[in-house]
């Protein structure tokens, strides 16, 4: 027995099938609102849809099919679920009587009597059986078949399926009825996201980090422009930490190819990276048994009282909140008195312009004794964000390698353990890190986070607004992507040759996406490609669009009430001085 019960627009799309009294929930491909016919050209991919009117980009459409297995003879229905990848608006062409006519050269006593449609392309990307199993289309629509606006329940069977490791991120493309999950766990084959400036890239990274740290997860933000500054987490905590060097956290050799980063001037590199171990062996001894407290200082200052360079200020007594930048000063004069005590080997040139290299760098990179290592500051449950906007070019590019490898170490020896640790890792601004013309030194450490981490939980996200520039090598281990608006072909064609689900239609579509919006492709959504209105994250204040005008507005009405108050000020001494005469 069959009973169809319909009592609102939502239930209309379904119906219950009674068998032995159970009701089996079933879905129907149809609903009241049919956007236009399948037309003479159609594939199991791909069909031409005429309408009378175009049908936007983005639109989730199905059509109803049936056909019979070649096996069994059975005849079989199935529900073709797509999306309308391509529209266009056209004029039908006369071919009686008169020679064919182009529309460009139609005479105006034809307009009105010739009629207008559409076509479309409807990319279809699954096919529903009747007992509710997704599959990949294989069967083309037949001619003139009817095309409706996609169910909710049909869309929200792809879309929505919700288990513990999916979270949402946003509804699907004009339609706030279907809300989109992603699954956590497929991030272990990393993201990759991409879109011009001002897409939406990194509020998207603020949805996701927020949900995946209230899941208890550990989310980490190398935040190179300081995007992240006061990020306000919705369900999670967050941790800023401003980067600065630790000398005593970084390898020497590292922080020497920081210090002197031409390629060119070994010998300067083997003289401070000398320095470095030296100097950090003492400091590292006296830090530990003292920590960076008066006494230790003190100590640090006992030990280079002997010094022939020390300054005076050393000498004297520090106070507490001086006591990490005395220390950093001391520790330029141990490099200092280290690289002038070399003897022999070494040019009087060569020792000078390491000296400088010392401390120029010392001078102007944030440098600080106290800075935990990363590793140290992860907890779960945490968005962790490493603002590094007060680094230059090239200590962003060292401090992202010194900070991906101590990640992958740490991951890989807390699984040693058996405990481990699963984290997500985000690069903004990646094209600085692995562009595909220039070397990088973060790049070697990176492309090891992308093969390795996965076996450790280490998921990477990339993030950028210039696929172009990127090296593919790192993207090939990508699985799973946002594409937000990109309007350079170029741009384009690096993102579709990085992901064989992207197709050429789907990729002209994304110069027509708004802010926010984004095709989401990979592992992490499902088989199908979804295009999602990505939720807007209400505590992500910096990196906002700046409404430039008003602010020069507001220049201006602040200058005029200057102005105003000026001459009110002006008139009162005026009429004070007639009043008073020329008396002091
Ligand atoms: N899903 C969304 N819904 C509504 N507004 C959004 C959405 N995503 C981003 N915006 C708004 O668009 C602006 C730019 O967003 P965002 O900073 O995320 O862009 P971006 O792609 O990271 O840019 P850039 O490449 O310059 O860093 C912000 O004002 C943000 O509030
Ligand atoms: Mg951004």
């Known amino acids: 027995m069959k009973i169809v019960i319909s009592h609102s627009i939502k239930t209309f799309l379904e119906h219950y099938t009674y068998l032995m009294g159970k009701a089996v929930k079933q879905l129907i491909c149809r609903t009241p609102i049919v956007l236009g016919k399948i037309g003479n050209r159609a594939s199991p991919l791909l069909a031409e849809v005429v309408s009378p009117r175009p049908i936007p980009v983005g639109t989730y459409a199905t059509v109803e099919t049936s056909y019979e297995d070649p096996y069994s003879g059975d005849a079989k229905k199935l529900c073709l679920v797509g999306v309308i990848s391509s529209t266009s608006f056209r004029r039908s062409v006369p071919v ?8 460009g050269e139609l005479h105006e006593e034809f307009e009105g009597e010739l009629g207008k449609y559409s076509q479309s392309y409807l990319r279809f990307f699954a096919a529903i059986t009747h007992d509710m199993k997704v599959t990949i289309p294989r069967i083309p629509p037949p001619p003139d078949a009817s095309v409706y606006l996609a169910p909710t329940e049909v869309l929200s069977t792809l879309f929505s399926s919700r288990n513990p490791s999916s979270i949402p991120v946003g509804h699907l493309l004009g339609r706030p009825d279907v809300r989109v999950f992603v699954d956590v766990n497929a991030l272990a084959k990393h993201l990759f996201i991409t879109g011009t400036t001002g897409s939406g890239k990194s509020n998207t990274i603020a949805i996701l980090v927020d949900r995946i740290a209230a899941m208890g997860g550990l989310a980490i933000v190398y935040d190179v422009h300081g995007e992240y500054s006061g990020l306000l987490a919705q369900e999670a905590d967050v941790r800023e930490v401003e980067l600065a060097i630790n000398p005593l956290k970084i390898p020497p050799h590292v922080l020497a190819k920081m210090v002197v980063p031409e390629g060119t001037a070994t010998v300067q590199r083997r003289l401070v990276s000398r320095a470095l171990r030296q100097c950090r062996d ?8 003292y920590g960076l407290t008066e006494e230790g200082v003190k100590k640090l200052q006992d030990v280079f009282r002997r010094s022939t360079r020390l300054h005076q200020e050393f000498v004297e007594p520090v106070e507490e909140a001086d006591l990490d930048e005395t220390a950093v000063k001391l520790f330029v004069e141990c490099l200092v008195n280290a690289i002038n005590s070399v003897k022999s080997g070494v040019s009087d040139k060569s020792i000078e312009s390491a000296i400088t290299k010392v401390e120029e760098f010392f001078e102007h990179a944030r440098i600080s004794f106290v800075q935990p290592s990363v590793t140290e500051l992860a907890r779960p449950g945490t968005i962790l964000v490493l603002n590094a906007s007060s680094l230059d070019d090239e200590q962003r590019d060292y401090m992202l390698k010194v900070i991906a490898d101590e990640f992958l170490w740490s991951g890989k020896s807390s699984s040693v353990r058996g405990s481990p640790m699963p984290l997500l890792f985000v690069v903004e601004e ?11 030194v973060s790049r070697p ?15 990477l996200a990339l993030v950028s607004q210039r696929p172009r520039n990127i090296d593919l090598n790192t993207i090939s281990q990508v699985q799973n992507f946002v594409v937000m608006k990109l309007v350079q072909e170029s741009d384009q064609r690096a993102v579709m040759n990085a992901s064989d689900l992207l197709t050429e239609d789907l990729v002209t579509s994304l110069a027509t996406l708004a802010t926010g919006e984004a095709l989401l492709i990979g592992e992490w959504i499902g088989r199908f490609p979804a295009l999602v209105k990505i939720d807007k994250h209400p505590g992500k204040r910096s990196g906002t669009t700046p409404d430039i005008v008003a602010i020069w507005r507001e220049f201006l009405s602040r200058k005029a009430r200057e102005r105003t108050d000026l001459e009110m000020h002006k008139e009162v001494l005026h009429e004070l001085k007639e009043i008073l005469g020329d008396e002091p």
């Open 445 to 459: 450490s990176i492309e090891r986070l992308a093969r390795e981490g996965r076996k450790f939980g280490i998921c």
């Open 282 to 289: 003492t400091f590292a001894k006296v830090i530990e048994h």
């Open 430 to 440: 990646a094209h600085l890190f692995l562009s595909a013309n220039r070397p990088s």
């Open 96 to 103: 009686s009587g008169i020679a064919l006519i182009t529309s």
